[in-house]
């Protein structure tokens, strides 16, 4: 196989911590994180962040949404960054309103190597008001450069996550669905995942990594890890959000699929609340490089819709979200989204979905499932959704889609509007990719 022109970009991984007023009651600790992508000769990025709820008493408070900023370079080691975060979402019955929080902040850079330390301040503010306020900031970047010569592939996996716990605090029977993925090194890997309960926990979502160990013996692979993040909401006792637990996995390899069964426990830091968990992965198992002129790895696009979804009726409302393609084969595309409300008082509502598209050309006919819950939606109980759509997708260049469609609810545990529709803006990230 001959050689293939790759793209080369710098992107960047953040996490940063901020708290924010909520009166009358105590300050809300908020660990975010962020994935950019850098303009290649100017000092600025853009990207997606997730903020989620650490610290205080509201578990379960998660936003998304965008960020944009700009490194200014001091010396060779010291930067000023301004940037501007947008997200929107709620929970853990805060005064969330609406939804939309903004932030602007700014900080002080160190870097050391490809990562940086930044110290400075921000200050937030949320629709109702009642939640806002300044206050130190603190940030730690990792950026990796696709430019840079000899860097090794990428080993990753996508996968689909459908977990079930009979076992946990509330002695019912919980069933989670979610996405994940993991990155992998010799014998060491780093994996995180985004799961949202479905039934009896209406509300509950999770956000979490983890690190641990592998071992491949032929089509089998055993993994084992121990878990550290966020989750809340449905009513769970789960403190300030904290979360710790361990792990493990058995999958089985065909070609560049796989299948595992996993089983693990996580648990409140500072709350009553915990869960023992079997689960079932479903995914696909693949090197990417982002560098020129590699040879056996073929072209690819990373698809990523950024758009609003809109609900209507009487009760509708509109969602700012996100969609990434996982898979594609010829006119068969499977997606993972999820989509966080930002008007009429629907700030807690938020919801992830799995979808299957098929695309003959710019049109398509696509079913998503998933949950959906927050904002007096489908609350505390069975929170499962169902809708078929049909849209289309037109590029604009090599890089940008315009896409639209409309939306049909054909199932929903609880009330929830039948009719909507949804606009959005496609981006593909070409790289190289090696089964």
């Not at 936003?63 to 301004?82: E, I, K, N, V």
Request: aromatic share 16%; no cysteine.
């Amino acid at each position: 196989m001959g050689s293939v022109q790759g793209f080369a970009q710098l992107t960047s991984i953040n996490f940063d911590y901020l708290t924010v007023d909520e009166a009358p009651k105590e300050p809300i600790g908020f660990v975010g994180t962020g994935v950019s992508i850098h303009h290649p000769s100017l000092p600025i990025y853009g990207g997606i962040r997730l903020n989620n709820a650490a610290v205080g008493i509201r578990a379960g408070y998660y936003t998304f949404g965008y960020h944009a900023g700009a490194r200014l370079s001091l010396t060779d080691q010291w930067f000023f960054h301004p940037r501007l975060m947008y997200t929107t979402g709620g929970g853990a019955e805060s005064n969330d309103g609406s939804g939309w929080f903004i932030t602007p902040a700014a900080t002080l850079d160190r870097r050391f190597g490809n990562y940086t330390l930044g110290m400075g301040a921000q200050y937030s503010y949320v629709s109702t008001g009642v939640i806002t306020g300044s206050s130190a900031y603190f940030s730690l970047n990792k950026q990796i450069d696709f430019k840079q010569k000899g860097l090794k592939p990428f080993h990753t996996q996508l996968f689909t996550n459908t977990v079930y716990s009979s076992l946990n605090e509330r002695n019912s029977n919980i069933g989670f669905i979610g996405v994940g993925g993991r990155s992998f090194q010799n014998r060491t890997y780093q994996s995180v995942y985004l799961t949202a309960a479905v039934t009896d926990l209406g509300g509950y979502m999770d956000v979490y990594g983890g690190y641990g160990l592998w071992e491949q013996f032929g089509a089998w692979r055993f993994l084992t890890e121990v878990n550290f993040g966020t989750g809340g909401g449905g009513r769970a006792p789960a403190g300030g959000g904290l979360l710790y637990g361990a792990g493990g996995e058995v999958q089985y390899h065909h070609n560049q699929y796989f299948m595992g069964g996993s089983a693990g426990v996580l648990k409140s830091f500072d709350g009553p609340f915990y869960f023992s968990f079997i689960g079932l992965h479903l995914g696909t198992d693949f090197n990417f490089t982002s560098t020129q002129n590699e040879i056996g790895y073929a072209p690819m696009d990373l698809s990523i819709e950024n758009g609003v979804r809109t609900y209507l009726g009487e009760d509708g409302f509109s969602n700012l979200g996100i969609a990434f393609r996982l898979y594609r084969k010829g006119m068969v595309q499977l997606r993972g989204e999820s989509y966080w409300a930002f008007t009429d008082g629907r700030g807690a509502y938020a919801e992830g979905l799995f979808g299957l598209r098929l695309q003959p050309n710019i049109w398509f006919v696509e079913t998503q499932v998933g949950a959906g819950a927050g904002g007096g939606i489908n609350l505390w109980g069975a929170a499962a959704l169902a809708f078929v759509n049909a849209g289309f997708e037109i590029p604009v260049n090599d890089y940008w889609d315009i896409t639209g469609r409309g939306i049909y609810n054909v199932y929903s545990s609880q009330a929830f509007p039948t009719y909507g529709w949804q606009l959005g803006m496609t981006f593909n990230i070409p790289f190289n990719t090696q089964f």
